[in-house]
Structures are given as structure tokens and as C-alpha cells.
């Protein structure tokens, strides 16, 4: 006997050669319980398994991915529990770092920061065997204080490499185009292995000091045709850059872009090198075609060779790390100054009035520091 039956709105007529025959359902109810009730599966979501100090030491040193990411945000975090134990993970991971060529990349808006640097650590990876880490610092939503650019979603080529890691952060207001712990995110991706890092900022102008001061060469971007409104800005970076390159030199550009160069390489001869025994170069590149890429990076290489030959390079690392030594004290002091409980009872009110004009700013200081008793 046919156990099938035909949808109510079939043929009269219609036989087995008609296409919708439905078979009948389990007699009980849904699935074959007779009460009618529906079996939900409840699902719980898997737990992250808590790490202790020497996981993050042992998973960052045998190349775990994971377990630098989590070190990465663990260095982030704001608690105070997290901060301790990233400073311990930091300083034992210490005698691993330093081999890497630490190169920062800044520029005005829309030179095509990200997409130089996809196309440059492609190449690196690719056809030199390089290990590259990119910490790409985005600007923060005034809102959420996150990220609002997400780096890592433009570099997609370079992110498929087994070789690179990207690691965007947000810079949460911080000056100097740098996000406040970009210093401790680099020492764990050398640590990790990485013997490239390219420090992308968020590219604000003469703020950019803060690159100059953790990376070995500093590279400054450019678009042909920004006219005289962009000179302070030009002037600014460019007193601290080894090299200035002009991107987007293809197609009907490219001509403008070595007449951009030769004006940049011009201004560049009138300016003091802020690297000893190095005099910064202009280039052009075109992140799109490749052309330029090969030799940009072959200025970086030279550039590594002499100042390593004449000491001036480990010189700079020494001095970066005193200098950041006193950044974080100048940070230290001024959270605790403002964690203070005398300073918090009248801050607030201080600055209102200081916004009202009721109250000068330096008295308003003044005020704040006698209240202040460590």
C-alpha cells in the first residue's frame, strides 16, 4: 500500500510521475515525542583555559599564536592584576628581544599608509623569507574608544601569510600617534620570533614623535600635489624622517611624483639628519604596481648596515629604552596623581570653572598640587 500522500493542492488526477509526494509524519508529536514538548540541546559556550605566567612564556617562545595575541591583550588591559602580571611576562621575556629592525611608518591621510605596508611586508615575506609583524594603531572612536579603521581587514593579502601577524590596536587618545602600549606589543613579537616590525601610525602630523622614539628607521609617506596647506605638517615630520617616500607614482600620477620627489629631496638637503652619519633620501613607490617597494626596502637594509657598522644604531636602542623609562614615569605619576582622592573631589569642579572662565588655569594647577600628598 502507498504510504505517500499528495499536498492538498496537487492535480485531481496527478499520478506517481508528478513531482511532490510527501510522506507521512512520526504519530506522537515533534520528533517522535508523544507529549508534543520540543528537546532543545542546550549549548554551553567552551571557556578560554585560564594561562598562568609560564604558559604565556613557553607559548610565545615555541611560536604560539594564540598565546601571543592574549599576551598582546593582556599587555592592553587596564586592570591591575592584568598590568602586573604583563610586566612580569615582559621583563622574562627581555633577553629574547632586540634582533629584530623595528621600522615605522607615518604620513598625512590617504598617502596609503595600509596599502604600502601590505605590499611591502608581501614582498618581505614572499621573496626575502622574512617573519613580519605589522601593529597597525587605528584611531579610536571618541565613543567606544575603539578601533574605527580595523587595518587588519584591509591588509587581507597579507594577513593570509603564514609568516605575518597583524595586530591592530586602538591609539584610545593617545599622543604620538602610537597606541599606548605599542612599546611591550613589540618586544613580545620579537620574543615571538618576528624579525621584521612595521609600526603603522595613525598619521596625525608633527604628534609623531612617538614612533621616532621606539623604531630604528622612520619613514615618511607622501602623495604628490598636497599644495602649500600641508607644509607645517610636511616640515614637522619631515625633521625626523631617514626617508621620505612619494606613493602613488603610477599611471598619469607618475610624473607629478618625481616632480613631488625632487622637491621633497630638495628641502630634505636644508634640514639637520636626525640620524648620525645618515643622510635621508626621497623616493617613489607605487604600493598598487610594486614598482619602488624592492629598492624602498633596499634603503631600510643600507641604512640598518651603516648606522650598525658606525654604533650609532645600538646607541639609539639604548637611549630609546631611558627614554622610555622616563615616558612611563611621566604616565605613572600622573595616574596616580589623578587617582589621588584629594585631586578627585576638586578636579572636576576646578576644571568647570576654568571652562567658565571663573578661575585661572595656573591657579587652578596650583590648587591641585597642594592637594596632592603622595
Not at 594564540?66 to 611576562?89: C, K, N, W, Y
Request: charged share 25%.
Amino acid at each position: 500500500m502507498d504510504k505517500t500522500r499528495k499536498p492538498e493542492w496537487t492535480p485531481h488526477d496527478a499520478g506517481h510521475e508528478f513531482a511532490s509526494f510527501v510522506m507521512k509524519g512520526v504519530e506522537g508529536g515533534h520528533d517522535g515525542n508523544p507529549d508534543n514538548t520540543v528537546v532543545r540541546v542546550a549549548t554551553v559556550p567552551k571557556k578560554k583555559r585560564v594561562l598562568e605566567f609560564g604558559d604565556y612564556i613557553e607559548g610565545i617562545l615555541s611560536g604560539n599564536r594564540t598565546i601571543l595575541s592574549r599576551a598582546i591583550t593582556m599587555v592592553e588591559s587596564v586592570h591591575p592584576e592584568h598590568q602586573d602580571l604583563a610586566h612580569r611576562i615582559v621583563q622574562e621575556l627581555l633577553p629574547h628581544t632586540g634582533k629584530s629592525l623595528r621600522v615605522g611608518i607615518t604620513g598625512v591621510p590617504g598617502a596609503g599608509k595600509s596599502t604600502t605596508i601590505e605590499t611591502l611586508g608581501c614582498h618581505l615575506v614572499r621573496n626575502l623569507g622574512a617573519k613580519v609583524a605589522v601593529l597597525a594603531v587605528d584611531p579610536s572612536s571618541t565613543i567606544t574608544r575603539g578601533s574605527i579603521l580595523g587595518d587588519k581587514t584591509r591588509m587581507e593579502e597579507l594577513s593570509r601569510e603564514q609568516n605575518a601577524y597583524i595586530r591592530p590596536s586602538p591609539s584610545s587618545g593617545t599622543l604620538g600617534g602610537v597606541a599606548r602600549k605599542t612599546r611591550e606589543t613589540l618586544l613580545l613579537c620579537e620574543a615571538f620570533g618576528f624579525d621584521t616590525i612595521l609600526v603603522e601610525t595613525v598619521g596625525v602630523g608633527q604628534s609623531e614623535t612617538s614612533v621616532r622614539r621606539m623604531t630604528d628607521f622612520f619613514m615618511l609617506l607622501q602623495i604628490a600635489g598636497g599644495g602649500d596647506e600641508l607644509q607645517g605638517i610636511k616640515k614637522g615630520v619631515m625633521e625626523l624622517s631617514d626617508c621620505v617616500v612619494v606613493n602613488k607614482a603610477d599611471g598619469d600620477n607618475l610624473a607629478r611624483a618625481n616632480m613631488a620627489r625632487a622637491d621633497f629631496e630638495r628641502a630634505l638637503h636644508y634640514l639637520q639628519p636626525v640620524t648620525e652619519g645618515w643622510t635621508p633620501v626621497a623616493l617613489t613607490s607605487s604600493a598598487y604596481t610594486g614598482v619602488g617597494i624592492p629598492e624602498l626596502w633596499d634603503t631600510v637594509l643600507a641604512f640598518a648596515d651603516k648606522t650598525k657598522k658606525s654604533g650609532f644604531f645600538d646607541r639609539r636602542r639604548a637611549e630609546q629604552n631611558v627614554g622610555w623609562m622616563q615616558d612611563l614615569v611621566e604616565e605613572l605619576l600622573r595616574d596616580r596623581f589623578l587617582s589621588h582622592p584629594g585631586i578627585r573631589e576638586r578636579y572636576d569642579a576646578l576644571q568647570n570653572q576654568v571652562s567658565a572662565g571663573i578661575h585661572s588655569p595656573t591657579l587652578a594647577a596650583l590648587e591641585l598640587m597642594r592637594s596632592f600628598k603622595v
